[in-house]
């Protein structure tokens, strides 16, 4: 479910899917390139998230240094994590999503390719999160967009 927009006291129908099976897309991006990086598991654990970072680590250049923005997911930040040399994780202080770039691209996933619909089943689940997924990061511009937030441009840095 999400929001959308309908006349003032209005109470607008849309589908609603009761039964439950879940898909966990892993997404990174980089804002200032619009370069994306996802992973569709079937769960979300330790295994799964060192699965993502160690592919996050591939799809850089050699001598990029990836800096992570996380939430405080247990995955996150797991004991056994196995974080590769060229990322550094940079953990954000608790309730503070509005910091993490990534948020809006899961809000962007969501309203434009995800919600209000129904799945007839798992597959059907998993191919529409690769597409929701492959849709919004075939055009970097449309991840730079999405994705931007005054604090990741570097002139703001200095």
């Given at each position: 479910?999400?929001?959308v927009w309908d006349s003032r006291g209005s109470r607008p129908r849309r589908l609603r899917q009761t039964e439950y099976q879940w898909v966990y897309l892993f997404g990174a991006v980089c804002p200032a390139s619009g370069d994306a990086v996802g992973?569709?598991?079937p769960t979300v654990d330790t295994f799964c998230m060192n699965l993502h970072l160690a592919e996050i680590s591939r799809s850089v250049a050699e001598d990029v240094h990836v800096a992570l923005v996380l939430d405080g997911a247990g995955w996150h930040v797991s004991q056994g994590l196995k974080v590769p040399e060229n990322i550094t994780l940079v953990p954000l202080p608790p309730?503070?999503?509005e910091l993490n770039v990534m948020e809006t691209g899961w809000?962007?996933?969501?309203?434009?390719y995800?919600?209000?619909?129904?799945?007839a089943d798992h597959d059907a689940l998993m191919d529409a999160g690769c597409n929701a997924w492959n849709r919004f990061t075939q055009d970097r511009q449309r991840v730079q967009s999405v994705c931007n937030a005054g604090w990741t441009q570097s002139e703001s840095l200095n």
């Amino acid at each position: 479910m999400t929001h959308v927009w309908d006349s003032r006291g209005s109470r607008p129908r849309r589908l609603r899917q009761t039964e439950y099976q879940w898909v966990y897309l892993f997404g990174a991006v980089c804002p200032a390139s619009g370069d994306a990086v996802g992973y569709l598991m079937p769960t979300v654990d330790t295994f799964c998230m060192n699965l993502h970072l160690a592919e996050i680590s591939r799809s850089v250049a050699e001598d990029v240094h990836v800096a992570l923005v996380l939430d405080g997911a247990g995955w996150h930040v797991s004991q056994g994590l196995k974080v590769p040399e060229n990322i550094t994780l940079v953990p954000l202080p608790p309730y503070s999503p509005e910091l993490n770039v990534m948020e809006t691209g899961w809000l962007y996933l969501k309203s434009h390719y995800l919600a209000n619909r129904i799945y007839a089943d798992h597959d059907a689940l998993m191919d529409a999160g690769c597409n929701a997924w492959n849709r919004f990061t075939q055009d970097r511009q449309r991840v730079q967009s999405v994705c931007n937030a005054g604090w990741t441009q570097s002139e703001s840095l200095n």
